[in-house]
């Protein structure tokens, strides 16, 4: 069975081991795809940390750590929304990635 499942898995994936975080090389989808390698976990923003009495507000600081921390151990895809802590999820996430290389990551947005 498991080779089935891998069989599946690896004609649009190709898995390639790296420290901490498998990532995966994306074998369809347009050039602009091509050699992308994404993680095979990804850190959502919809759920933050949030300042203590202030739960639709994103502590920056606990943001910024879990970003440093995701990408330090191989992680490179973030996601987020506009609808999160009424927008503020977009924000303090993308305060937390500029400090890294735009090359370091995939950012995924949603929008209505």
């Known amino acids: 069975m498991q080779n089935a499942l891998?069989?599946?898995v690896n004609r649009y994936w190709k898995t390639i081991e790296i420290g901490f975080i498998i990532k995966r090389k994306i074998n369809k989808g347009g050039d602009h795809l091509k050699g992308v390698k994404l993680s095979g976990l990804g850190l959502g923003a919809m759920r933050l940390p949030t300042v203590e009495g202030k739960e639709n507000q994103p502590d920056q600081d606990k943001v910024n750590e879990m970003v440093a921390y995701a990408i330090k151990h191989?992680?490179?895809y973030f996601d987020t929304a506009w609808g999160y802590y009424g927008g503020q999820s977009e924000i303090v996430l993308g305060n937390a990635l500029k400090k890294f290389d735009r090359s370091q990551?995939?950012?995924?947005?949603k929008f209505p």
């Open 6 to 8: 891998s069989a599946i």
């Open 74 to 76: 191989g992680i490179n």
């Open 105 to 109: 990551y995939f950012l995924a947005d």
